[in-house]
């Protein structure tokens, strides 16, 4: 296991023993502190330089089903005790709540892995304004047409953090965090546009070059140019796989518990039933050395395990915490705080056979706005991409909304390509739905 920052495992050491002397027999904790830094250059000088260290301790406490909870950004031994007895003192006047509580003993991560997601950066301020700088002024190069900048960042960040509670469990990791990003604006003519790009990863060596970030920037904004409306139309459409990813996640939100013990999901009592096409299958992967969505356990302390959620288009297993569980009469997924490396089974096509195969229809590159509701399925998003014929790009397409059914979309799912996003919790490639409602001229 890697070595835990000494302040952190103090924090819960310190408040165990304050539990332990109020005679406080179910309580739960956290301890957690982040460093690090982040620049950005703009059109060739330093726009910003941020430092920040962050610290932060939470409590729950439960007393006869009664739920209480506190939380301090003070490490202090004063402010450990204060916050420990402000939450006990909320568990005492709180309503009960037969479902609150611990999370089952037996389902606690006595032994978890470690998922290789610590890798500081030994990189200076100076230095990374300098990498900042240099992918700024080579996208801006890449293109007679690129005209200004909203300028180049780089990020960097460390973090640890302790979880334990009074059934004995203790488990930390440590988390680092690097980032490069690059965004420009193009004009042509009486139109501007602009577009970015990044690259994330837990170790620097994993990052996606300057040059080929720079690259991407310069080529993303420069192919929106000429972007036009299209014609109130019904058709085939592809989110390209940065932005398939809010297509699962909405997935996601509705096989959660909290949005089905709350009956706000369009897939209640879908367990068993077919949502997506036979060849579809949705799964977790929560110990990927080095992923971005890697976890140990989960925020109640649980065991995180790999698991299906579609087997073959069917509803296999929903996203639970121990609390939702219990609410639902079941067992714990060991989700809580979320889905670990979650990921859609992919067909062995690329984003370019995939537009072949949808051969008229619309790319879609951005979204914009909230119209996706949990609740009913509906979906309306503002959009832009690319309107494609005979499997190639014509043009791009702006000012436009995508409209259909979530229920719909997702049994319309015709092919996913192997063009996998692997930059969040969520990993898919691009997705082509056999039809949507587009409303533009």
Not at 31 to 51: I, P, Y
Not at 182 to 188: H, L, T, Y
Not at 224 to 234: E, N, V, Y
Not at 376 to 395: C, L, M, N, V
Request: aromatic share 6%.
């Amino acid at each position: 296991m890697p070595h835990i920052d000494i302040d952190a495992r103090q924090v819960v050491d310190i408040a165990l023993q304050k539990l332990k002397s109020l005679r406080i027999d179910a309580a739960e904790l956290s301890a957690n502190r982040s460093s690090g830094f982040s620049v950005t250059a703009r059109l060739g000088d330093v726009e910003t330089t941020e430092h920040h260290l962050e610290k932060n301790f939470g409590v729950t406490v439960f007393h006869k089903q009664s739920t209480g909870s506190a939380s301090s950004s003070d490490f202090s031994l004063a402010s450990i005790s204060a916050t420990i007895e402000k939450a006990a003192a909320i568990a005492r006047f709180s309503n009960a709540d037969p479902y609150a509580g611990l999370a089952d003993p037996d389902r606690l991560a006595k032994n978890y892995p470690d998922c290789d997601l610590y890798h500081p950066w030994d990189i200076s301020p100076a230095d990374a304004i300098q990498l900042a700088m240099t992918c700024e002024k080579k996208a801006v190069a890449a293109d007679a047409r690129i005209i200004n900048s909203e300028g180049a960042s780089v990020s960097t960040t460390i973090s640890n953090g302790v979880y334990a509670n009074t059934l004995g469990f203790v488990g930390h990791y440590l988390l680092s965090e690097h980032a490069l990003s690059c965004s420009v604006v193009a004009r042509d003519q009486d139109q501007m546009q602009r577009d970015d790009e990044y690259t994330i990863a837990r170790n620097a060596k994993d990052l996606t070059s300057v040059d080929e970030i720079a690259k991407r920037a310069a080529e993303k904004t420069v192919m929106r140019l000429g972007a036009r409306r299209i014609k109130t139309q019904s058709c085939p459409v592809i989110f390209n796989a940065p932005i398939a990813k809010s297509l699962l996640g909405a997935f996601v939100q509705a096989i959660s518990g909290g949005s089905l013990y709350r009956q706000s999901s369009f897939l209640l009592n879908a367990m068993g039933k077919q949502i997506f096409p036979s060849f579809v299958n949705v799964n977790q992967q929560p110990h990927l050395l080095s992923a971005m969505g890697s976890r140990p356990f989960d925020h109640d302390g649980v065991a995180t395990v790999d698991q299906h959620y579609i087997e073959e288009g069917v509803l296999s297993r929903y996203v639970l915490s121990s609390y939702s569980a219990r609410k639902l009469g079941l067992k714990t997924t060991g989700n809580a705080g979320g889905v670990f490396n979650l990921s859609i089974q992919h067909a062995d096509v690329t984003l370019h056979e995939l537009m072949q195969e949808m051969g008229t229809g619309l790319l879609v590159t951005e979204l914009m706005g909230q119209g996706t509701n949990i609740v009913t399925g509906d979906y309306s998003r503002g959009a832009a991409g690319f309107w494609i014929e005979q499997g190639k790009i014509q043009f791009p397409v702006e000012e436009i909304t995508i409209a259909g059914n979530l229920k719909n979309m997702f049994a319309g799912i015709v092919s996913i390509a192997n063009d996998v996003d692997m930059r969040s919790a969520i990993r898919t490639g691009s997705i082509l739905i056999d039809r949507m409602m587009i409303a533009g001229e």
